[in-house]
């Protein structure tokens, strides 16, 4: 991802330990704790680092709560 990208982000929801967003071209993002899976990684390592979640597009709201994450398509 490049920090262009981060930078059209327009919203971030934030669950326990863990945060999405979603930027201006529909793209998710994702960082945090996923012990849950709560950042769509297909694993459960957690990680600081943002990154784009992979073959999610179109997506119009985002949501965390404790430990899971939602993306509204269009």
């Known amino acids: 991802m490049s920090g262009?990208?981060?930078i059209n982000v327009?919203?971030?929801?934030a669950g326990e330990f863990?945060?999405?967003a979603r930027s201006s071209t529909g793209t998710v993002y994702t960082w945090g704790n996923n012990t849950d899976g709560a950042?769509?990684?297909g694993n459960y390592t957690g990680?600081?680092?943002v990154l784009a979640v992979a073959g999610l597009a179109s997506v119009s709201d985002v949501y965390?709560?404790?430990n899971v994450s939602f993306a509204l398509r269009s």
């Open 4 to 6: 262009t990208d981060f």
């Open 10 to 13: 327009t919203h971030i929801s």
């Open 18 to 20: 863990h945060a999405i």
């Open 39 to 41: 950042t769509s990684r």
């Open 47 to 49: 990680t600081s680092n």
């Open 64 to 66: 965390a709560s404790k």
